[in-house]
């Protein structure tokens, strides 16, 4: 999409931006190039997802196959997502988030990161309770069940 075809006033009114922080932001090509493919109807049905891959030890009781949805790379769909997860297994979801986004506003597949497992924050048995490792990948809207 291009510059002149992106409704930049519809941008700045749902950022609540003022006039002066619409110029800023536009005026970093960087951000100026972005917005229009952040804010597109197609990246609201792409699916950043989070998958336990291994659980051992688990206090929160998460399991394999357990699953967090955040439709557009950052809005956590808690229809599609599994109830129980620990606030030690969503630190390291950020940066994997960030990562995944950034790929795919670059126009590179996000599901080709070199890092795209992260563990929680806990240690494990010996020196805590357990440890979570979970896969990062994106799935379309339409290979999302419901």
């Given at each position: 999409m291009s510059d002149k075809e992106f409704d930049w006033k519809r941008?700045?009114?749902?950022?609540?931006?003022?006039?002066?922080?619409?110029?800023?932001?536009?005026?970093?090509?960087?951000?100026?190039?972005?917005?229009?493919?952040?804010?597109?109807r197609e990246v609201t049905k792409k699916f950043l997802v989070f998958e336990v891959v291994k659980s051992h030890g688990c206090a929160a009781r998460m399991k394999v196959g357990d699953r967090l949805f955040f439709r557009g790379f950052a809005?956590?769909?808690?229809?599609?997502s599994n109830p129980t997860w620990c606030a030690h297994a969503l630190a390291a979801i950020p940066s994997i988030a960030n990562?995944?986004?950034?790929?795919?506003?670059?126009?590179?597949?996000?599901?080709?990161m070199v890092y795209n497992h992260i563990p929680c924050l806990d240690v494990g048995a010996e020196h805590g309770w357990g440890q979570v490792i979970m896969k990062a990948y994106v799935q379309d809207e339409s290979e999302v069940n419901d």
């Open positions: 941008f700045q009114r749902h950022l609540d931006y003022s006039d002066e922080e619409l110029e800023n932001f536009r005026g970093d090509p960087r951000k100026a190039r972005a917005a229009p493919k952040l804010f597109s809005i956590l769909d808690l229809k599609r990562m995944a986004l950034d790929r795919y506003i670059a126009g590179l597949d996000p599901d080709d």
